[in-house]
Nanobody
Framework: QVQLRESGGGLVQAGGSLRLSCVAS????????MGWHRQAPGKQREAVALITREGTPDYQDPVQGRFIISRDLRRNTIFLQMDDLKPEDTAVYYC????????WGQGTQVTVES
């Protein structure tokens, strides 16, 4: 079965950093478009960053210049390095596989205090 397992969320002060990890099993991440999405209370889930099968990243405007998506093919893991975090980044962050997304992780909470 396919499983995506996120980790690395936590509580940080505004301006701080976190690195999220998503370990995939049951799929080879090199054969899927992978990504990170987030959902804040009262808001719809939104894409944050995607990485193509070729390894090319794509970012949504709110995180452009602050977040970096990357992958480790040997570990079958994708990452989201989040710098200069802002309170509006507070959300549950989900890992996805496929585009449109076919597979989802269960999420990891990121909370940014002002």
């Amino acid at each position: 079965q396919v499983q995506l397992r996120e980790s690395g969320g936590g509580l940080v002060q505004a301006g701080g950093s976190l690195r999220l990890s998503c370990v995939a099993s049951g799929i080879d991440i090199a054969r899927f478009k992978m990504g990170w999405h987030r959902q804040a209370p009262g808001k719809q889930r939104e894409a944050v960053a995607l990485i193509t099968r070729e390894g090319t990243p794509d970012y949504q405007d709110p995180v452009q210049g602050r977040f970096i998506i990357s992958r480790d093919l040997r570990r079958n893991t994708i990452f989201l390095q989040m710098d200069d975090l802002k309170p509006e980044d507070t959300a549950v962050y989900y890992c996805s596989g496929g585009w449109p997304a076919q597979f989802w992780g269960q999420g990891t909470q990121v909370t940014v205090e002002s």
